[in-house]
């Protein structure tokens, strides 16, 4: 039986958009029902403008990150989608405010969603925030 994961990425650190994308990948290849809603500082890492932007490190654990040949973040949300089928959302009005199209996203982003959406989905799960 799968369980369902939600995960709420706000923050734009390395280490936790790291963390984030390290549990969705995981529950994601565990057969756990995944859905990553990118909002804030956290989607600005997401669009084709940004690709290679580098996430701020918040300490050590970050610089041992990049130095250690550990995958990077991008990259592992992109298995969870493509390997785990784990649904990768940006907030409606994050796109908005920052003036992004679905076009401008460089992995495959589901359609748009609000937080009042993606809060209803998520009411039977667990749900974590980054």
């Known amino acids: 039986m ?3 994961l ?3 990425c706000v923050s734009g650190t390395l280490e936790k958009l790291q963390m984030a994308s390290m549990v969705a990948s995981v ?3 565990s057969g756990d029902d995944v859905t990553v809603f990118f909002s804030m500082n956290a989607l600005q890492y997401f669009t084709k403008d940004n690709a290679e932007l580098a ?3 918040e ?3 970050g610089r041992l990150i990049e130095t250690e040949g550990v995958p990077a973040f991008r990259k592992l949300f992109e298995q969870a989608a493509d390997l785990g089928d784990a649904k990768l959302l940006a907030c409606s009005m994050a796109l908005d405010l920052m003036k ?3 076009e401008d996203l460089t992995l495959e982003f589901g359609p748009a969603t609000g937080l009042t959406a993606f809060l209803s989905d998520a009411e039977d799960g667990r749900l974590l925030s980054f």
């Open 2 to 4: 799968s369980n369902k």
């Open 6 to 8: 939600s995960i709420v």
């Open 27 to 29: 529950a994601a290849a």
């Open 55 to 57: 996430a701020p490190e």
């Open 59 to 61: 300490g050590e654990f």
């Open 100 to 102: 992004i199209t679905p």
